[in-house]
């Protein structure tokens, strides 16, 4: 899995990326001082994971996250124990306290490999696919294309269909890998719509859109997928 470090100080990027030899499985594929370098860099690289720093000059590392439409697996490092309660309300795996032991990076590590199911090469899914989707006692076998709505909550994803919502232990960006992009939009970094059920479109927020889907669901498209999406919609 590649790695992303993100932290302004030089010393504690080296300190990180030398724990992380210990991890076969972990690559560093790059670092970033700042939020608009990460920016950069994560539209370079192919990025699983980021180790984010909270404080550091201009945008901390909440508002990084607040511009990026996908975002990778986040462990956040950092000297100080009050945004812990915030960064597990961004979904984040886990939450670090400078000096990093090894113990506690290890054990980050293992919850990485145990929520990136997604990583192993899966088959592409068309629109006509019947798919298993199982939460607790409860199994459904449905096709894709009765599902309306993809949507991350926690570490996990939320299927909308019918009159169900379970919860499936996969990622959103492992899902958008398989999913007919014919048919399936990323409209944010939270959600995957269906195109055939959208029943509304409305001018939103600074150039965003605002879409109605058939069963009430009101989703935005965030400015920046909304300019993908009119383009690839558009005659």
Known sequence: MNALIVDDSRLARQELKHLLKAFEAI???????????????????????????????????????ETLDQVPQVIFTTAYDEYAI????????????????????????????????????APALTDSSRVFVKDGDQCWFIKLSDIQLFEVSGNYTRVYFQKFKPLIPRTL???????????????????????????????????????????????????????????????
Do not use: C, W
């Open 27 to 65: 690559t560093v594929a790059g670092e970033a001082a700042n939020a608009d370098t990460a920016r950069q860099q994560l539209k370079r690289l192919s990025i699983d994971v980021i180790f984010l720093d909270i404080q550091m000059p201009g945008q901390n590392g909440f508002e990084l996250l």
């Open 86 to 121: 915030r960064a597990f309300e961004v979904n984040a795996l886990d939450y670090l306290l400078k000096p990093i032991q090894p113990e506690r990076l290890a054990s980050a590590i293992e919850k990485l490999q145990a929520h990136s199911p997604d990583e192993a090469v």
């Open 173 to 235: 960006n492992h899902l958008e890998e398989r999913l007919d992009k014919r048919v399936f939009f990323r409209v944010n970094r939270q959600q995957i719509i269906n195109l055939q059920y959208i029943e509304k479109i409305e001018p939103y927020f600074q150039g965003s859109l605002k879409v109605l889907l058939k069963g009430g669901y009101e989703i935005e498209i965030s400015r920046r997928q909304a300019q993908k999406f009119r383009e690839r919609l558009s005659l």
